[in-house]
């Protein structure tokens, strides 16, 4: 029997829930995008050793495909914060979950978060990790809702700018489903909460 090629994707939509799904960055431009960036940033920083400190768990598909597109010494490590629960707007309150496993003095950090939404998230971070004196610290997202930034922080990297809609998939999550999905999508919500 011939097989149809389904994605991701189309495998989960509409869910159960009545959940419905929007593709608006497919896989091979988030790619494309990811191999510019990557280039960028060696281009940033050549023959220096790079530490990526990504933001789980939303940035682990990000992480493992820009860290592909770094030449050079690259290392990982993870942090955890939580901000969000269940809901799909931001809380206000960051909470710091999980820690690195080593320290940052006197490294190139490169901070690799899924979405810049409120800035409250990196803006926390941001101010932890600057305490433990990295000789640089910057940060890449690979997405920025602009338009719904209320703490004072930029990214230095940016993939995508998207419009102020709730997204899933390529990491990011909906009460921890739709992250496998290649595409990065709307979701809408019954009842049209966002
Ligand atoms: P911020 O603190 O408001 O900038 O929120 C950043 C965090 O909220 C991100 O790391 C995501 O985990 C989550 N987030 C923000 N917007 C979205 C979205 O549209 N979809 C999924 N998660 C989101
Ligand atoms: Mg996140």
Do not use: C, W
């Amino acid at each position: 029997m011939a097989k149809k090629k389904v994605t991701a994707g189309q495998a989960q939509q509409p869910s159960a829930g009545g959940e419905s799904f929007r593709p608006l960055i497919a896989s091979d431009k988030i790619q494309d995008k990811i191999r510019e960036m990557g280039r960028q940033i060696r281009a940033d920083f050549p023959g220096e050793p790079l530490l990526l400190v990504g933001v789980l768990k939303g940035a682990v598909l990000f992480l493992a495909d820009l860290a592909r597109q770094i030449p050079g010494e690259v290392t990982f490590d993870f942090i955890a914060v939580s901000s969000y629960g269940k809901d799909t707007k931001s809380s206000g309150q960051v909470k710091l979950n999980k820690d690195l496993d080593a320290g940052i003095e006197g490294k190139v950090v490169i901070v690799v978060e899924d979405i810049l939404d409120t800035g409250l998230t990196l803006q926390y971070l941001l101010r932890i990790l600057q305490q433990r004196k990295p000789k640089s610290l910057k940060v890449a997202v690979l997405l920025d809702k602009k338009d719904r930034r209320i703490a004072d922080v930029r990214a230095d990297y940016v993939g995508f700018v998207i419009p102020d809609e709730f997204v899933v998939g390529y990491g990011l999550d909906y009460a921890e489903r739709y992250r496998n999905l290649p595409d990065v999508g709307i979701l809408t919500l019954p009842g049209g909460s966002h």
